[in-house]
C-alpha cells in the first residue's frame, strides 16, 4: 500500500457525487422526510432549479456586466426559493433559508420599468429569438410560467407563500422584458409575428 492510498480512497468515498438513495424512485427533502420523486413538491422545486439552470445559459450568452448582474441575482434568489419549496417544514430549517418578499418584487419591477424606459415601445407581438441571449431569456420566461404553474399545483396540497408565486409572475415579465433589452442593446432585430390570413 502506497502512503496516503487509504486516506485518498475515503475521500474518494466521501466525496461521490452519487448516493443510490433515489434508486427507486424517491428523494429526500430539506429537513427531513422523503417523498416519490414525481411528487408535486419536487416538480416545483425541480422545475425552479431547471428555470436557474436556463437562466445561467442566458448570462453565458451576453457580455452585458448589468444584464449579467441581473440574471446572477436572479439565479440566487431561485436558490432560495427550491429551498424553501423543498422544506415540507421551513421552521425546521428556517435560519438557512432566505424568504423572497414583497421588497423583492418590488425591486424587479423598478428594473422592468427601467428597461420599458430605455426600449423601443412595444408595438407588436414578438417571436422568441433574435440575439442568442435574448432567445435563451425567451426559453427561461416559459419556463418560469411552467414553474408558476407547478407552484399552484402544489399549492392545493400544501402551504406555499402567495409572495412565492407572485415573485414567478414578476419575474417571468422581467424575463421577456431582459430578452427585448438584449437584442435592443445589441442592434439586434426583433423577430415580428406577423400572421398570414388563410385565404380560400
Excluded at 480512497?9 to 466521501?14: D, G, S
Excluded at 416559459?142 to 402567495?162: F, G, K, Q, S
Amino acid at each position: 500500500m502506497l502512503p496516503g492510498e487509504s486516506t485518498t480512497r475515503e475521500v474518494a468515498v466521501a466525496t461521490r457525487i452519487y448516493t443510490r438513495t433515489g434508486d427507486r424512485g424517491d428523494t429526500g427533502l430539506f429537513g427531513g422526510g422523503r417523498v416519490r420523486k414525481d411528487d408535486p413538491r419536487v416538480e416545483a422545486y425541480g422545475t425552479v432549479d431547471e428555470l436557474n439552470a436556463i437562466v445561467g445559459l442566458a448570462a453565458a450568452f451576453t457580455d452585458d456586466a448589468q444584464v449579467r448582474g441581473w440574471l446572477g441575482a436572479i439565479q440566487s434568489e431561485l436558490f432560495f426559493l427550491g429551498a424553501e419549496l423543498a422544506t415540507p417544514d421551513p421552521a425546521h430549517v428556517k435560519k438557512q433559508i432566505v424568504h423572497l418578499d414583497e421588497d423583492t418584487i418590488s425591486r424587479w419591477e423598478g428594473v422592468i420599468d427601467a428597461i420599458s424606459a430605455e426600449v423601443p415601445p412595444l408595438q407588436h407581438f414578438v417571436l422568441p429569438g433574435g440575439h442568442p441571449a435574448a432567445a435563451h431569456l425567451h426559453v427561461a420566461r416559459t419556463v418560469c410560467r411552467r414553474a408558476e404553474r407547478r407552484l399552484l399545483t402544489l399549492a392545493r396540497t400544501a402551504n406555499v407563500r402567495p409572495e412565492c408565486v407572485a415573485y414567478l409572475n414578476r419575474l417571468s415579465d422581467l424575463l421577456f422584458m431582459l430578452a427585448r433589452l438584449v437584442n435592443h442593446r445589441e442592434s439586434t432585430a426583433e423577430p415580428i409575428w406577423e400572421p398570414q390570413l388563410r385565404k380560400g
